[in-house]
Every structure is written in C-alpha cells, then in structure tokens.
C-alpha cells in the first residue's frame, strides 16, 4: 500500500472541528517484521520481498529498522517491516520467498506495532477525517503556488473549516509560509485584476519572489497580478519573438512576457495602467538586466495601442539601438582584446502586439484601426516587413466546440470591422485560435492570434 488506510485514523470526534489538533492523530499500525539473522543478506531479501510486495510501503515509515533486541541491534542486524496482511503465525499468508527464507533461517517473524502520527498522514485523509462524508468529492486539492504563498478559492461550503485547510496546507507543504483565501474574483471585478483576500495559515506577508523562463520576479501578490498556471502560455508567446523583433506588451503586468523576451535580445514596450504592476516591472527590468531592451510604460492601454507604434518608429528614425555585451575578456595574458558590445538597431515597425487581458482584451482592438495609416512604405511590397501580429487572450464559455471559437471571432470582428475565420493566423482573413486552459467549470482561455488585416491598419485614425 502507498499510503496510509484512512480507516486506521483516530477520526476527531467533532466533525466540525475548527481548529486542528494535530494530536487526534495518533494510531497504530499492526503489521509483522521480519527479524534478519545475518546483516549481510539483508539488501538481498529486502529486494526479495520488495518484488512479492510484502515489504511496508507507508510513507515517512521506512521499512528497515533495529532489531527489536538491544544486544543484537548493537551488534548491526536489523529487522524489515512487512505488509499488515503478512500474519506471523499464518505461513498461509506468507509468499514463497518470505517461507523459503525462513525455512532458512534467514528471517524469523514477529508481530510488530508501528506508531503513526500527524506526520505521517497526508492532506486529504486528514481533511477527510474532519469534513463530513457529504462534501468528501470535492475537498480543495489544487491551488495556485506564488512563491511562498498558497492562493485558494474556497466555495462556500468548505469555509467553516478554512483555517484548517490552510493549516494542512503548511503542515504538508514546507516550501509556503502564508495561505491565503480569494474573496472575490478577479477580471470586470477588478480593473487592475487583483483580490481582496484573508489570510487562513501563515503569515501575513504576500512579497514574494517567482522564478520563471530564466528571470527573477519580485513584488507583493497582493497589488500586482500573477498566475504561474500561465507559466506555458507565457513560454509559447515569447519563443514565437526572434531576436531584434519589436514587441509590444500592451497589458504587461509585472513582465512574464516582456522579460523573458527581453532576455532573448527582442525589443519589448511594456505597459501596465496599474501603478504597482508598473513599479514591479521596472523592477524587473532592473534585476534581470534587460533595460537594453525592454522600455517600461504605465498608459492607458487604449492609448497606449497607436502610441506604441509612433515611439517605436521615432526611436528607429533617432537610430536607437540596443547593446549585447561582447563575450568576457580571458584571463590569459596573450589573450586578444575584449570584443566590442554587439549593438542591434530598432526596427522601424511593430512584429507583434500581445494584450494577456482576457476578461476585456478584445475590447482593446478598435484602437489598431489606422495604427499605420499614411505608412505604407515602411510594409510589404515595399520593404521585407508584414503588419503586426496579434495575439490577444479571451474567455469564452465551455464547451470547447466551434461555438465558443466563433463567439471570439465575432467579437474580434465588432471591434475591428473585418470578418475572421479559424485557421492559420499568419494568412490574411484567418486566425489562430489556440487553446490555453481551463479557468472555471464553465470558462475556458483562449488566444486569438492574427495578423493585422492591411484594411485596418492603413484606415484614418479615428
């Protein structure tokens, strides 16, 4: 067995048990040992019986422990902790192996007791062994890891027991230190997409330090948004970015995007409305040393959609650049100069916009009407360059069918005024609708990529 029965708990007498008492768990496991006469057979038959599984398989109970005399103990032997079924005074209940070796004289059986506590019992079956059986199927097992912090969403009917839960939580999980219980939810609730929030285990404390794509990360949970279950999508957006690209980060938050892509030698502007996202994503900037080439900006997103396309011509036209330093100087005292830095000029045009807020992102898209307009020249046939891509994240409801990619694309096309249909987001007229996960029972996040219809960008600024 891999873990413990819950059955051998001594369950809380108060199923509404409020607080924990660690204490209440507290049991003994019956089982067999088997008593090894010579130390230098003992790896060989715990493989043996490893195989027959009959060797204790309990977590945090290993299954070699002294012989229970003290005289022999000191002399090295050692006893192995067998299977609760393996009954000493039943052979009928033993392999062939464990027989063969006792008939040996390899092993002798006694019966033995295992003392199990709070340790060794993990987070569910202690949960189980509070909460009534009612509410068994759908006991919180999954959260949102932040750093140090734990951030649940409890539904109604586990709140009476949420100190509990996030005391378990610490208990099993040595790497937090807070646990903490949304209030709210975050999107149209929130322009900034933070929560309210009460704290259930742990201290009071939401700075938090994250590690993502290769880059550091610093800021309090509890003013900026994050969710590491982006981690892949954040991967996926930014390996489509080459080196020396223009991106814009319309809703950059803290930089999951920005950053790393900063990281691979891509130009990014990013900009956040919230003021706190914007500190953090200076900060970021900073720390992973990317300030060559990652411009950080706190606008209106709105605003900020045209005006991204005029600073990123301006800075091209003044002949900004950004720098890669040359490789380090060998030590050697014959070694050749140090290399120069490799500086790689800005391109006069945008290769992709990215706007990661799906509760309202597609409402942002209006504003790429006349994004280029009286610019022809700087695109193709005239020049190697295409108009933008855009990739901009959005819900749609469950299931995920041809109704809910089409509920996206009439939306696109109301802010926009061109009609797109699913396919490859790089031909004109299509786009790429790609699958990013399930958020809630009844939501799904989508990402909507295109490419910036010639219509829309070269039409008069409204």
């Not at 006893?79 to 005074?89: F, G, I, R, S, W």
């Not at 914007?278 to 970021?284: D, N, V």
């Not at 020049?383 to 009439?410: E, G, R, W, Y």
């Amino acid at each position: 067995m891999s873990t413990v029965d819950p059955n051998m708990f001594r369950v809380p007498a108060a199923r509404a048990l409020t607080v924990l008492d660690r204490s209440l768990f507290r049991t003994t496991l019956p089982t067999a040992a088997a008593l090894v006469s010579d130390s230098r057979q003992l790896s060989r038959l715990r493989k043996d019986l490893e195989k027959t599984r009959e060797i204790l398989n309990v977590d945090k109970v290993k299954p070699v422990v002294g012989h229970p005399d003290p005289e022999k103990a000191k002399g090295g032997l050692k006893a192995l902790l067998l299977q609760p079924d393996v009954k000493p005074a039943a052979p009928e209940s033993w392999s062939v192996v464990l027989k063969q070796a006792k008939e040996a004289g390899e092993v002798d059986l006694i019966p033995y007791s295992v003392e199990l506590d709070y340790y060794h019992f993990q987070y569910l079956d202690i949960l189980r062994s509070i909460i009534p059986e009612e509410l068994h199927d759908e006991i919180p097992t999954g959260f949102n890891s932040v750093g140090h912090v734990a951030h649940l969403n409890l539904r109604e009917q586990y709140l009476p027991y949420k100190h509990i839960i996030g005391q378990v939580i610490l208990d099993k999980n040595p790497h937090l230190k807070t646990v903490i219980n949304k209030l709210s939810n975050v999107g149209t609730e929130s322009e900034f997409r933070t929560f309210p929030y009460e704290v259930l285990a742990g201290r009071d404390d939401l700075n938090v330090e994250v590690k993502e794509s290769g880059c550091i990360f610093q800021f309090d949970y509890g003013t900026v948004y994050w969710n590491s279950k982006l981690s892949t999508e954040h991967e996926r957006i930014v390996d489509l970015f080459q080196q020396g690209d223009v991106v814009v980060d319309v809703m950059a938050g803290i930089g999951p995007f920005a950053v790393p892509a900063g990281k691979k030698n891509v130009f990014v502007w990013a900009n956040d409305k919230n003021p706190e996202s914007f500190k953090y994503l200076e900060k970021a900037i900073e720390k992973n040393r990317v300030g060559s080439f990652v411009r950080p900006y706190n606008e209106d997103g709105h605003e900020f959609i045209q005006q991204s396309a005029d600073l990123v011509l301006a800075a091209s036209r003044h002949g900004e650049f950004g720098t890669i330093p040359g490789p380090k100087p060998s030590r050697r005292s014959n070694a050749p100069p140090p290399a120069a830095p490799i500086k790689i000029p800005i391109a006069p045009v945008i290769s992709h916009f990215v706007m990661n807020l799906p509760a309202s992102a597609l409402e942002f898209l209006h504003n790429f009407r006349g994004l280029y307009h009286g610019q022809e020249s700087l695109f193709a046939p005239h020049t190697p360059s295409q108009l933008p891509m855009i990739h901009a994240h959005c819900f749609a409801p469950k299931p995920n069918d041809d109704a809910a990619v089409q509920t996206a694309l009439d939306r696109v096309e109301k802010e926009l005024g061109v009609r797109l249909v699913q396919g490859n987001g790089e031909v004109e007229g299509q786009a790429t609708v790609y699958d990013v996960r399930d958020v809630a029972p009844q939501k799904l996040m989508f990402c909507v990529s295109f490419r910036l219809p010639k219509d829309v960008a070269f039409a008069p600024r409204t």
